[in-house]
């Protein structure tokens, strides 16, 4: 049951050398292990309107020390609109218009989830589309371990 | 104005009963404005020896608030070796063997520091930043 994530990062004029960084096609493995990941939430999607953080992905503190992967884009074509994305009210960064993340996630614990919110959202804004997914395992639904 | 892309590929036949394949490309540009990036530390290798202890990657007190985009890669086989991902002294997560992560950082404060810590001696890390000016 693998899952695969492949990231390709070009450019041929940021430095005098291009940037041609491909990882191929890495498959998306239980914590110490070669087992597949087996559980997602699938691909959600929500419209973001909440200047505040709301929560996207609620950690599960049995979750510590097992993989899991998480995939957020910010759908919106406007440069200039941005989702705040915190882990325990930690800032990990602005996902602008267009830009995705791919991140490893550490449940370390209940207040560890994942958040987001519309920072700069006003009602003449329009809501932001936030697309996410999360691949994991966990302890109380196993499948394969 | 460079232009610098990065292409997210999530496939699964198997996963669910529905097949996944998800695609992003993005361009890398300034915090809230169309303008490529222009600076990269390029792409570097970090390799911690001994005592496997925790290390600083990115100093956030040498980085101006803005969109910095982060990618790293544990380049080890051994399955359990980890790197342990730190912002701030939140952990973020493990980054297995083989894993690799991309992430916008903003670096809005000195002590956002990105702290790798890796769980065996002699493991290596890849990584890039991209620079907002």
């Known amino acids: 049951m693998a899952t695969n994530a492949q990231l390709i ?26 087992n597949d990941l087996d559980q997602s939430t699938g691909l959600s999607r929500v419209h973001l309107r909440s200047t505040t953080n709301k929560v996207l992905l609620a950690a599960n503190a049995e979750g510590d020390n097992l993989a899991a992967k998480v995939y957020v884009i910010n759908k919106s074509t406007d440069s200039a609109l941005y989702v705040t994305v915190t882990i325990n009210a930690q800032t990990i960064g602005k996902l602008y218009g267009g830009d995705f993340m791919f991140i490893p996630w550490s449940q370390t614990d209940t207040s560890a989830s994942i958040e987001v919110a519309a920072t700069n959202w006003t009602s003449s804004t329009g809501d932001i589309p936030v697309e996410y997914a999360l691949f994991h395992e966990d302890t109380d639904f196993l499948t394969n371990a | 104005m460079a232009t610098t892309t990065a292409q997210l590929i999530l496939t699964s036949t198997d996963l669910v009963s529905d097949s996944l394949s998800v695609s992003a490309i993005a361009t890398l540009t300034g915090a809230g404005n169309s303008t490529g990036l222009t600076l990269t530390g390029g792409l570097g290798r970090k390799k911690l020896a001994s005592g496997h202890a925790q290390y ?36 973020m997560g493990k980054l297995y063997a083989g894993d690799w992560a991309f992430f916008p950082w903003e670096a809005n404060a000195d002590t956002n520091d990105i702290k790798i810590d890796p769980s065996d001696d002699n493991m290596t890390l890849e990584y890039m930043l991209f620079i907002d000016e």
């Open chain 1, 9 to 34: 990062l070009t450019s041929g004029d940021i430095a005098g050398d291009p940037v041609n960084v491909d990882t191929g096609q890495i498959t998306l493995t239980k914590a110490g292990t070669l």
């Open chain 2, 56 to 91: 600083t990657l990115f100093d956030g007190d040498a980085y101006a608030n803005g969109a910095h985009k982060i990618y790293l890669k544990n380049t080890s086989t051994t399955a359990s070796e980890y790197f342990t991902i730190e912002i701030n002294s939140e952990q």
